[in-house]
């Protein structure tokens, strides 16, 4: 009898064992057809009960249950749980922990990865929605992933570069600075981590470190055009001419056909009131694109410039006659910038401020009909 009883209570045991299994293996099946509630209702039976709370497969199945669910992109089912996909990565952890044997597994079918793959996708759909909050705790979560031991595979710096640009766009730029420091660290992304933490000291109105984060890339790039370029802009917002000089030339000579590094020139010369040498490096400019607005606007500037200046020098001169003469002088300069000017309006008809000097230089010069037709050019645009 008791031989009977013992064969009855295994029995048993092996019948309710196999009751959990079932559940686990229901949400198995409940997954592959895609009806990821009824998948959750196993599962969590499955976990709720002591029999199979700890069994490593529990686990592994609400792993993928999660993943998959996240992937459908159904609506109803990507929010199955909450922070879904990093529950994926927590429950294949567990699966890890309780059967270590499950490790073979997860590597085998490649878990990691396509989790990894799930959470970039994630990252890149937020990060185009604009919540770059969300996208860079995306981006930060296959990063942990992609160190798991179970990863299969290499971790993307990209990603991490992609985490700290999201950081940066959600104006979190401390941890910005982190992420690109890291891109440094592991020697990726070449200048681009570096212009992006001296704009985001600048951002945080910290232009020491801001500055020392630029020189830094140009010295581990000295041969790199676009940290010469962005230094020259520093150097431009920062009042800093003399080193501004320094970097748009050392970008000349990495790029002499470049238009703008010569406008960028005669700007800075404009800055100090050299108009001769601001001219000079205007036409270099115009010599290789003849035909765009701000070269030719600023020509327009600089005769405008200096000829204001012969006027404020002729304004000295107390004898009537030498005074006419420097006036006439002044005004000569000033019709210099006539066919510049126009040219700035044949590149961009809808400047006011082109159409304003065309104005006021013949309404001095006395080109009363010219006045009279950009007076109404002006009136019209306004």
């Known amino acids: 009898m008791k031989k009977i009883t013992f064969l009855l209570l295994a029995v048993i045991i092996s019948v309710a064992a196999s009751a959990q299994k079932g559940k686990i293996t229901a949400a198995e099946t409940f997954i592959r057809e895609g009806a990821f509630d009824k998948a959750k209702e196993a599962i969590e039976a499955a976990i709720a009960d002591p029999k199979s709370s700890g069994l490593a497969k529990t686990y592994y199945v609400k792993g993928k249950l999660c993943q998959a669910a996240y ?129 985001s000291y600048l951002k945080m109105k910290d232009t020491l470190n801001a500055e ?65 040498k601001a001219l000079e490096s205007m036409q270099k400019s115009l010599d290789m694109n003849s035909k765009q607005f701000e070269s030719n606007y600023n020509m327009g500037l600089c005769y405008v410039s200096l000829a204001n200046e012969m006027l404020t020098e002729a304004n000295l001169i107390s004898d009537n006659k030498e005074y006419e003469l420097a006036k006439e002088k002044a005004f000569d300069e000033m019709k210099k910038a006539i066919p510049y000017f126009l040219e700035a309006e044949k590149a961009n008809p809808t400047s006011v401020a082109t159409l304003e000097f065309l104005r006021e230089i013949y309404l001095k010069v006395k080109m009363m009909p010219e006045f009279e037709a950009y007076k109404q050019k002006v009136l019209d645009l306004q």
Do not use: H, W
């Open 212 to 276: 020392k984060a630029l020189l830094e890339g140009v010295n581990a790039y000295p041969d790199t055009l676009d940290v010469i370029l962005q230094a020259t802009q520093f150097f431009l917002d920062t009042d800093q001419s003399e080193k501004a000089f320094t970097y748009v030339r050392k970008a000349m000579e990495k790029d002499p056909k470049n238009y703008i590094l010569p406008l960028v020139e005669g700007s800075l010369y404009m800055k100090t009131n050299n108009y001769p």
């Open 71 to 199: 992937d459908s992109g159904d609506p109803k089912f990507v929010g199955l749980y909450p922070d879904q996909l990093m529950e994926a990565y927590k429950n294949y952890q567990k699966a890890a922990q309780i059967d270590p044997k499950m490790k073979n597994t997860i590597i085998k079918d490649n878990t990691m990865a396509l989790l990894g793959n799930s959470l970039l996708n994630d990252a890149i759909a937020k990060f185009n929605a604009k919540d770059f909050v969300g996208a860079m705790k995306s981006f930060d979560d296959n990063v942990k992933v992609s160190a798991d031991e179970m990863y299969v595979g290499v971790v993307d710096t990209l990603v991490i570069f992609n985490a700290g640009l999201a950081a940066y766009n959600a104006e979190m730029y401390p941890k910005a600075i982190e992420y690109f420091r890291t891109c440094i660290a592991s020697g990726t992304e070449d200048t681009k981590p570096y212009i992006f933490i001296s704009d």
